[in-house]
């Protein structure tokens, strides 16, 4: 069982930025690709970035409403995938979670691929 920790959500002002972290327990997190979410009330989860583990290069991947702006990173070592969230929007406003995959080698873009997840934390930007 894989237990997932996030941290780093918050209220900021338009064009700010945020880091979000999460911290895995557990063994094989190199092995794993580690993906943010996010989910705003009435919509699903959806997709905002991955990091494939060792055997996927630990290639990322990312929506397109992020793209150049969200920077996503893992540190094996510490079993902890981070997000670096610039220049952010209001309409990036949401509850960000983090969720593990043992998708080895392909993006897993869905929700449906993950296997475990965090609790989600709050990220609040306003105009």
């Known amino acids: 069982q894989v237990q997932l920790v996030e941290s780093g959500g918050g209220s900021v002002q338009a064009g700010a930025s945020l880091r979000l972290s999460c911290t895995a327990s557990?063994?094989?997190?190199?092995?794993?690709?580690m993906g943010w979410f996010r989910q705003t009330p009435g919509k699903g989860r959806e997709l905002v970035a991955v990091?494939?583990?060792?055997?996927?290069?630990?290639?990322?991947h990312y929506a397109d409403s992020v793209t150049g702006r969200f920077v996503i990173s893992r540190d094996n070592a510490k079993n902890t995938v981070s997000m670096q969230m610039n220049s952010l929007k209001p309409e990036d406003t949401a509850i960000y979670y983090c969720?593990?995959?043992?998708?080895?080698?392909?993006?897993?873009?869905?929700?449906?691929?993950?296997?475990?997840w965090g609790r989600g934390t709050q990220v609040t930007v306003s105009s």
């Open positions: 969720a593990a995959s043992n998708t080895l080698r392909t993006a897993p873009l869905e929700e449906s691929e993950y296997d475990f």
């Open positions: 557990g063994d094989a997190f190199n092995w794993r690709s």
């Open positions: 990091v494939l583990g060792v055997r996927g290069g630990y290639t990322a």
